[in-house]
């Protein structure tokens, strides 16, 4: 370029260039003035706007503390949520606790109550096993089912007297209950908790108050059993010992203890207690009978006519009046003869005037003799049953045909036969009932 040239271009603003070199490779890229510029107060109003912010905070330090006031109480919100929360889930892990332990504790107190239930009923199916054979009856009746609450219709109860509780559907609800996981999860894992509704313990108390309901009114239908065959044993006895009195036969004085009826005994009285009275009420029954059996009250010829009664009557010899001993019953030779009542043979064989005889030992005193016999079929020594065959009629001895001398004696004086005839048909009713 000549020296005239670039005189001109003297004094002239040249654009400012950028160079980019790469491999040798030249790039010239041309800016020009006013963007430059441009860029340049862009970045100076941002640097002094950055700069004014700066001040202003440092001069009002009062924002950043509020700031971190602010963060600070969000922060203790938020720990007093989780505290609470904490807190929440410890009482209801304690109450699910403590609902399990009081579960636990109703379903053993149940099962106690349920061998007790069966013990009972053992003693009890034998006392009345022994009240049956006495003729006493069940006058109160086990219930099957609960009379309290209709809910207890499921509960299946044993003919005995006790509760199935282990195969009732109300006690599979409370075992349910206590199977269910009331805190599911690791120890270290956060807890999830299955909170139980309001009806759950409700039902779950429902559960338990229906099967002790029915256990209660089993105790108490156990008790009234037992009531009830007391007052049936001893108005039993009473009324054999009645017999007794009405033949003047004095009994010995533990038979006549507490006789008499109705008995009904405190309902307050424990269960052992009461049951121990039934036995020994069913022990004077039983001692009573037995020694009732032994009464000459049976007919020793059923259906005979009586030819000749206890007492004065004239003699078929002298034709005068003299003192009968006995009964005379008419009958064909041959016909069987039974003990009037159960006892020891103390006599058996030819007795004067009295032919072929046969006297029984009844005890208390009381014998009887059964005379002009054409057979005898005991032995000395022998014991007898009642209505059992002693021998057959005959007319031996001082007799004027064929017929029973039939003699009652009391401590071996003559007593009227007509006495025990009379109260036999009482006294069967009785041994049969």
Not at 79 to 87: C, G, K, P, S
Not at 153 to 168: E, L, M, R, W
Not at 383 to 400: A, D, L, M, P
Request: proline share 4%; net charge positive; aromatic share 6%.
């Amino acid at each position: 370029m000549s020296q005239a040239a670039e005189n001109r271009q003297f004094g002239k603003r040249q654009p400012s260039k950028v160079v980019i070199s790469s491999n040798g490779t030249v790039r010239e890229f041309k800016i020009h003035a006013g963007l430059l510029t441009a860029i340049g107060a862009v970045f100076t109003m941002f640097m002094v706007g950055y700069l004014s912010a700066t001040a202003y905070l440092a001069f009002r330090d009062d924002l950043v503390a509020a700031s971190f006031i602010k963060q600070m109480r969000m922060k203790h919100e938020y720990e007093d949520r989780i505290a609470a929360l904490r807190t929440k889930v410890d009482r209801i892990t304690s109450r699910q606790l403590l609902d399990q332990q009081a579960v636990e504790a109703k379903v053993a107190d149940l099962m106690r109550q349920q061998e007790m239930l069966t013990g009972r009923s053992g003693a009890l199916e034998g006392l009345m096993n022994r009240a049956k054979q006495n003729g006493l009856g069940t006058s109160v009746p086990v219930p099957v089912q609960n009379p309290l609450k209709a809910e207890a219709d499921n509960v299946d109860t044993i003919k005995t007297g006790s509760i199935a509780i282990k195969d009732s559907p109300l006690f599979a609800d409370a075992s349910s209950f206590l199977r269910g996981s009331r805190i599911n999860g690791d120890a270290g894992a956060p807890l999830a908790l299955d909170v139980p509704s309001i009806a759950e313990p409700t039902q779950t108390v429902r559960v338990f108050a229906n099967v002790m309901d029915q256990i209660n009114a089993v105790a108490i239908a156990q008790r009234e059993q037992i009531v009830a065959l007391q007052s049936d044993a001893h108005s039993k006895t009473g009324k054999l010992a009645s017999i007794f009195d009405t033949l003047k036969i004095r009994l010995p004085a533990e038979l006549t203890e507490n006789v008499g009826g109705p008995f009904i005994p405190s309902r307050t009285m424990d269960f052992e207690d009461l049951t121990d009275d039934l036995g020994e009420a069913l022990d004077r029954l039983e001692a009573l009978k037995y020694k009732v059996k032994k009464l000459p009250v049976g007919n020793p010829l059923p259906g005979a006519a009586i030819s000749s009664s206890f007492g004065n009557r004239v003699d078929p010899f002298h034709r005068s009046s003299a003192f009968h001993s006995g009964m005379d019953f008419r009958a064909s030779t041959g016909t069987p003869i039974y003990a009037s009542g159960a006892g020891k043979v103390i006599k058996a064989g030819s007795n004067g005037g009295y032919g072929l005889m046969v006297e029984i030992d009844h005890g208390q005193g009381i014998t009887t003799r059964y005379a002009h016999m054409s057979k005898i079929l005991v032995s000395v020594g022998d014991k007898v049953s009642t209505k059992q065959k002693i021998g057959r009629v005959g007319s031996t001895g001082r007799s004027t045909g064929p017929h029973l001398h039939y003699e009652v004696r009391r401590n071996q004086d003559a007593t009227n036969p007509a006495r025990f005839l009379k109260i036999g048909n009482e006294v069967n009713q009785l041994l049969k009932s």
